[in-house]
């Protein structure tokens, strides 16, 4: 069964950095794409960040490249988010979600961890 645990998120203010972290067990994750996601009120959720397990294809949002940078490293199964710049519009819950091959809508994914909360203040 595939477990999906994110950590670091907290608040910060502008201009500030976290990083978020996702572990991830129950399965062996090659051939899978894992996504970082972030959700306000009212609003959908959007991916942030994609990356294959094999680190060799990533992609980002509009709104966070040049600040957002998203890792991995196979020998602890962990996805990372690292976040500088941040701005106040990061704000959101963010989730990290896995499915198999390339994929960067939500709908796509299937397996979602908690969810971790990010506030960005001025």
């Known amino acids: 069964q595939v477990q999906l645990l994110e950590s670091g998120g907290g608040s910060v203010q502008a201009g500030g950095s976290l990083r978020l972290s996702c572990a991830a067990s129950g399965h062996t994750f090659n051939n899978y794409v894992m996504g970082w996601f972030r959700q306000v009120p009212g609003k959908e959720r959007e991916v942030v960040a994609t990356i294959t397990w094999g680190g060799l294809r990533t992609s980002y949002a509009d709104s966070v490249k040049g600040r957002f940078t998203i890792s991995r490293d196979n020998a602890k199964n962990t996805v990372y988010l690292q976040m500088n710049s941040l701005k106040l519009e990061d704000t959101g819950v963010y989730y990290c979600?896995?499915?198999?091959?390339?994929?960067?809508?939500?709908?796509?994914?299937?397996?979602w961890g908690q969810g971790t909360q990010v506030t960005v203040s001025s």
């Open positions: 979600a896995t499915t198999f091959g390339w994929e960067v809508h939500p709908s796509k994914y299937d397996y």
